[in-house]
């Protein structure tokens, strides 16, 4: 199993961005898993903003970020992506790709944006939103 952060960037206020998940190994291994996407900024604790279920494609958001991203997949490409538009320089931050079977079914509303329940990550692009 791995997840492959890409995408990262340094961007003004108000631009977008995009970063991609090449997610491998899940297929083989689960029948339903949840892909995520959270976030870290420098002193602070690590966040969630958005997910994406094999499954149905239920998508979920932070408060934080809905109306300005989107995740979506890409199944041919087993790549998960964030479209982030009019971004803040608060949203600067350390993001990370995770992932895991745990989050699945009818729980996933209840589970998708705690960090404990997600067994594989990736390493982290980074995004820098200047004002």
């Known amino acids: 199993v791995q997840l492959v952060e890409s995408g990262g960037g340094l961007v003004q206020a108000g631009e977008s961005l995009r970063v991609s998940c090449h997610v491998s190994g899940f297929n083989e291994l689960f029948d339903d898993y949840t892909i995520a996407w959270f976030r870290q900024a420098p002193g602070k604790e690590r966040e969630a903003v958005s997910c994406?279920?094999?499954?149905?494609?239920?998508?979920y958001y932070a408060d934080s970020v809905k109306g300005r991203f989107t995740i979506s997949k890409d199944n041919a490409e087993s790549t998960v992506y964030l479209q982030m538009n009019s971004l803040k320089v608060e949203d600067t931050a350390i993001y990370y790709c995770?992932?895991?079977?745990?989050?699945?079914?009818?729980?996933?509303?209840?589970?998708?944006?705690?960090?404990?329940?997600?067994?594989?990550w990736g390493q982290g692009t980074q995004v820098t939103v200047s004002s």
């Open positions: 995770t992932g895991g079977p745990r989050v699945s079914g009818d729980n996933v509303g209840d589970t998708w944006y705690v960090e404990e329940e997600y067994d594989y």
């Open positions: 994406i279920r094999r499954l149905q494609d239920n998508t």
